[in-house]
């Protein structure tokens, strides 16, 4: 049960910078779309 903890935070790593780098795109440009 540890070791799969130790796993699922590592897979949590591994997923969460690409929807970073996706999100923040979005979000800025819903920033810019608001502001119009």
Excluded: Q, R, W
């Amino acid at each position: 049960a540890h070791s799969g903890h130790v796993f699922a935070d590592d897979l949590n790593v591994l997923i969460t910078p690409p929807i970073n780098t996706k999100l923040k795109p979005m979000l800025e440009y819903l920033e810019k779309e608001g502001t119009k």
